[in-house]
């Protein structure tokens, strides 16, 4: 009676690695994207606490802050809104693009590892609470907006 030694051949080998090359080259860019949709949470997060500190900046001075950084006080050479123009966890980079007495708009542009997100090249966020992004196309419109927000 012989005993027979039982393992796997080289070819079995070499199909589960071609599977699992298949599979993993199918589910690593639909993960990438989903990484990149969830880093947006960081932007939106940030862009909506610096429309709640603007509108306290006016209720207390008249007017919207000029710039997000400088000193959170009124008709100062250096007023602002005394905060940080990078999102809480560095994904983003933040600007008040324009401002005046009576209206501002806020943009966030990805940077670092985020700057691969082509779908939303950046967001946006104005006084009247409208929302804004543009893609790598440099289009606006609604359907990316909706998307990336």
Known sequence: MTKRIQGFTLI?????VAI???????????YQAHVERSRRGDAIAKLLELAQA????MARCGHYATQIGGKAVCDDSDEGLGMK???QEKFYQLSLVSSGATSYTLKATP????SGDTDCTE???NHLGERGAKNSDSSSD????LACW
Not at 21 to 30: H, V, W
Not at 111 to 114: L, Y
């Open 12 to 16: 079995e080998m070499m199909i589960v």
């Open 20 to 30: 699992v090359g298949i599979l993993a080259g199918i589910a690593y860019p639909s």
């Open 54 to 57: 603007q509108e306290r900046f």
């Open 85 to 87: 123009m990078q999102s």
């Open 111 to 114: 940077q670092g590892a985020q």
């Open 123 to 125: 967001l946006t966020l």
């Open 142 to 145: 609604k359907d990316s907006t």
